[in-house]
Every structure is written in C-alpha cells, then in structure tokens.
C-alpha cells in the first residue's frame, strides 16, 4: 500500500528528509551523469529526485499513483504531475529514455504488472532505475521514513523481479548509511557516514539503487498470458499527452488499448 503524498512530502520538509534528498539525489546523479536532450520519467514519489533533470532533459514527468495521491510539482510554472493507474500509464509506447521509480515499488499492489508496464514505455536503450529500501538497511526498519513503510527489498529480490519483468540489471548502487534520525551530530557528519559505511558496510546501505536495460525478447521457453489492463484513472491536471513525449505518440486512451 503506497503512502500518502502529504506524508511523502512532509518527510522531504524535515532536516532528515532534506539530508536523505541530497544523499540520495547525488547516488542517482551518478548513475545518470547525463540526460541532456533526454524524456525523463519519475513513478512513485520522485520529484525530489527529478528537479535535477528539468534544465537538461528534453522533458521531465512526475507521475504519481492514484494509491498515493498528487502534489502540484513544480512549485511555480507548468504542472509536470499526473495521477494515474500505475499498471496502466498515460505515455505511449517506447516513450521514455529514463525512467525514475521512488517510493514505488515498496506500496504497489501488482509489482510484475507495474513494472511490465514500465517496460512498455520505456524505449529500446532506455533505462529504468529503481530506488528501493533495503532489507538489510536501518532505514527499513524505522517506520518514522518513507523508507520504514511497505516492502524493503534485497539485491536478490530485485534480480528476480526485474528478470521476471524482462529488465536486466547493469549497475548498481547505494546510499543513506547514517542512522535514520533527525541527530544533528549524524545529519551533519551524512557525507562522512556515506563514504564510511560504502567502504565498510556496502550491503547496509538503507537504500538500493539498480539500473536496469529493457529486454526486447523474452527468455527461450517463457510465455506470459496476456492480461487485461486495469482502465487509467483520469489525470489531476496531469502533464502533456503522452504524445508530446514523441510525435506522433498516443493518447491517453491508446496507451492503454487492449
């Protein structure tokens, strides 16, 4: 089950949340050093993480599932948000290059629909990154953070789940390894618990980061029955038609055609 938006971003208010933005934010620069010219996606909560993206990508969406609720993003301008059915998103086909999952796997009711879904939007040489909780993580365990809620998962687990998805993971990553309190003394030692706990703790990190390639076939062998996708829950002021992503792409309605 997803959070609330408003909790997500109250959490993003707080001194730890603002820590926990940076630490995270700069783990996933590092994967994605460039998107210039770039579709860039979020799914989940990741505006946090996106504002990064906005004056070099192409384009930047946040969307949010109905579960969870939609903010207003950015806080002047354009809105860049949508509320949608996260097994059945408003982009077309191959539409994306990179796209963003925070705060999304950990509350999703479907975990393969979703994300064969993101598969579905991603282009051919697209990426998808996931940040997810870590199982073995403090930060799992605190339900005081987004990251206390929901689903934390293991390396193992998301090999699994991406594989079964036909994704395939290319890089991985970590971050947040100081103890998930509001303590001055740990917030402002952050970067040094980062470069202490990546050299000496690598697998307690309280977040996982993995990069992941689309498969455009599946496994010899493996056949999966075709499903009927769930209708779209209509945007809140949702961004640009999935056809500004690409020329020519589709609408809404035929993003989600049977």
């Not at 594989?163 to 947040?176: I, K």
Request: aromatic share 8%; proline share 7%; glycine share 10%.
């Amino acid at each position: 089950m997803h959070l609330d938006v408003v909790d997500l971003r109250d959490f993003y208010g707080l001194p730890l949340g603002r820590v926990a933005r940076r630490l995270v934010g700069h783990a996933v620069r590092r994967v994605w050093p460039n998107v210039a010219g770039m579709n860039v996606a979020g799914l989940g909560y990741a505006t946090p993480y996106l504002g990064q993206f906005r004056d070099e990508a192409a384009r930047v969406v946040a969307l949010m599932p109905a579960q969870q609720g939609v903010l207003h993003w950015p806080r002047q301008g354009r809105m860049l948000t949508g509320l949608v059915d996260e097994v059945c998103l408003p982009l077309a086909d191959a539409s994306v290059d990179r796209l963003l999952l925070v705060h999304h796997l950990e509350g999703a009711d479907q975990l393969r629909p979703a994300l064969r879904e993101a598969w579905r939007v991603l282009a051919p040489g697209g990426r998808i990154l996931i940040v997810a909780a870590n199982r073995r993580g403090m930060w799992a365990r605190i339900e005081s953070t987004p990251f206390g809620h929901g689903q934390p998962f293991s390396r193992g687990q998301l090999v699994s789940l991406l594989r079964q998805s036909m994704f395939t993971p290319v890089e991985w990553g970590s971050a947040l390894f100081m103890p998930p309190v509001g303590w001055r003394v740990f917030m402002r030692s952050a970067v040094a618990w980062e470069r202490l706990g990546a050299t000496l703790w690598p697998r307690f990190s309280g977040v996982i980061l993995v990069e992941a390639t689309k498969q455009i076939y599946a496994p010899t062998g493996h056949r999966e029955r075709a499903r009927r996708r769930l209708p779209l829950v209509a945007p809140v002021a949702s961004p640009a038609p999935a056809r500004s992503f690409r020329d020519g792409a589709a609408t809404y309605g035929d993003a989600c055609r049977d």
